[in-house]
């Protein structure tokens, strides 16, 4: 069950976070004309309130109205005592929800309707579909007009819009992930079409938030017309992540990461005992909307550019990628026990396949690990060119240990509602797809951990693996596996896909790694990575031939792009 507060998505900000907010917002606030009315749709406990009406001067918060809206009765009891408590100001605090305030199309409820806004401050909750439930996220979607996967967030987002005038103020944190996902490209069709982008902040893995989401504050302006669209815009841009190597050399000694967006410029900084990297600069926007929002500094940006205009290809010109199977029942389908199972009830070998997960990823070969026998009772075949699931025989041993964990299996409804066997594995992918020599990888990893598999192993759903669509070319693939490994390419993936999650750990989706760029097939360099990814794929190698022929991968694949080996500087 999820909890309340994953239901509710009640992760409140932060005081320290939310004063940067409101710091923000504020000179906006002083400069508008007349009374202005300050909003924060889901207001908790207030805490966004508050700061705001700390960083108004006493004069303009004598013609402000700080309006809030908390549909949880708890939360909007503390905020009316804080808010009541606070110097004698306008207020207008409503105990609802937010979204049947503002869905004029909901006739018959009975909720207020609150005037426009001139600001609004949120941190609005941040509820997945899965959370919602399938019938709760459709109904947003047709209220709100949202399409994919809806979250709370998108709902609020078009909400807060609506309860916008045009011209007025919006700061808002949210999770960093629309930024550069695929399925963000809604979001940001959205914020660019509906709004003049004023600034954006990206915290990534600092860590101001409880949440596990990773926060970016976006800061807007409501467009007025057509006038006001073609005015040039240029979106300032702060990117704060705690640096990989942790070198404290020539880095700037700061109180806090707050105090980094405060001020933010480019360079190393030291908070206590962490570093970071800020990166400070202007978003280069594509009209394409599909394209991600990568927040590099012009020198980062001209990197990213000189690789991607050396390439001939990228990855997913000439190969496959595609994510491993998923059992929906791993206990019962993926085991390294199967030899102490009684006999009558062992599946045949035949009917067992080694399977691959994201313990067994190392850099260049599989790691050598203690669940080295762990194998997948694969429960499909080819028949007539066709994938389809294993008709077992009755008196198998296979069937009977199938029928043992009946109930478990049949447990998972949705297969026989898919009009599927009860005991099918829920997502096998192609069976004949195992045998071909492949490379694997982990979907999350601090670096890069791409290997070989010649063993025609499965593949589990924690890992991707990359076939060539010519499957005889083995030296594509022992190029792709060198470039994929090299220092320039983890540089070029943090800078082109800055989608971190904690602890350094970087996601590796498909749409990512599809876009890796290919150096010239028959240039010197390709042929010498193929070369040395050969002795490493192969037999034996000591630990220092590795480090010396990885250290020659990495200066042949800069050489392949015309960029230097080093780490790149974040100086602009
Ligand atoms: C992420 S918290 C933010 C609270 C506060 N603004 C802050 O920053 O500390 C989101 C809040 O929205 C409230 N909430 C969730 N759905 C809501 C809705 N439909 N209408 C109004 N409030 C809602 C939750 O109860 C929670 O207090």
Known sequence: MPTIQKQTGAHFTPPDLAAVVAERIAPHVEAMRGAARILDPACGDGNLLVAMASALSAAR?????????????ESFALLRRRIEALPALATDLVCGDFLDIVDD?????????????????????????????????????SRFDLRGRVDLYQAFLVAMTRQLRPGGVLGVITSNRFLTTRGGASIRHFLRSRYELLEIVDLGDTKLFEAAVLPALVFARKRCGER???????????????????????????SSVTDLVRRPRTGRFIVRD???????????????????????????????????????????????????????ADSVF????????????????????????????????????????????????????????????????????????????????????????????????????????????????????????????????NCYWITTRDLADEELLLLILGVANSSVIARFHELAFPNKLYSQRRRYLTQYVGEYPLPARDSREAKQIVKAVRVLTGAAVSPAEIASLQLEIDELTAAAFGVGAERCAFED
């Open 334 to 461: 993926i085991r390294d026990d199967w030899e102490e199972l009684p006999q009558a009830v062992r599946p045949a070998a035949h009917h067992l396949k080694p399977v691959l997960s994201h313990d067994d990823a190392a850099r260049w070969r599989r790691r050598v690990t203690s669940s080295a026998a762990r194998m997948v009772l694969y429960t499909h075949e080819v028949r007539n060119g066709k994938r389809r699931a294993i008709r077992f025989d009755e008196r198998s041993a296979t069937w009977r240990y199938l029928l043992a964990n009946r109930e478990r299996l049949e447990s998972r409804t949705y297969v026989v509602d898919a009009g599927r066997h009860w005991y099918e594995i829920w997502v096998p992918q192609d069976p004949q797809g195992w045998s071909v020599p492949k490379i694997v990888f982990p979907d999350i990893s601090p670096e890069p951990r791409f290997f070989l598999d010649r063993g025609g192993s499965v593949v589990d759903g």
């Open 61 to 73: 918060l004598r013609r402000c109205t700080l309006s809030g809206v908390e549909e949880d009765a």
């Open 274 to 328: 962490r570093s970071y990297d800020v990166a400070a600069g202007t978003l280069e926007m594509d009209s394409d909307d599909a394209r991600p929002w990568t927040l590099l500094t012009s020198k980062e940006n001209s990197w990213v550019e000189q690789v991607r205009a050396k390439a001939t290809c990228r990855i997913a010109d000439v190969a496959r990628i595609r994510v491993g199977i998923k059992t929906t």
């Open 228 to 254: 006001d669209s073609l005015r040039a815009e240029r979106t300032a841009f702060v990117r704060i992540y705690e640096s990989v190597d942790g070198i404290r050399d020539n880095a700037e000694q700061v």
């Open 105 to 141: 199309a909901s006739l018959y409820s009975s909720a207020p309707r609150l005037p426009l806004s001139d600001a609004i401050i949120a941190n609005p909750p941040y509820v997945r579909t899965q959370v919602l439930g399938a019938a709760r996220a459709q109904a947003l979607a």
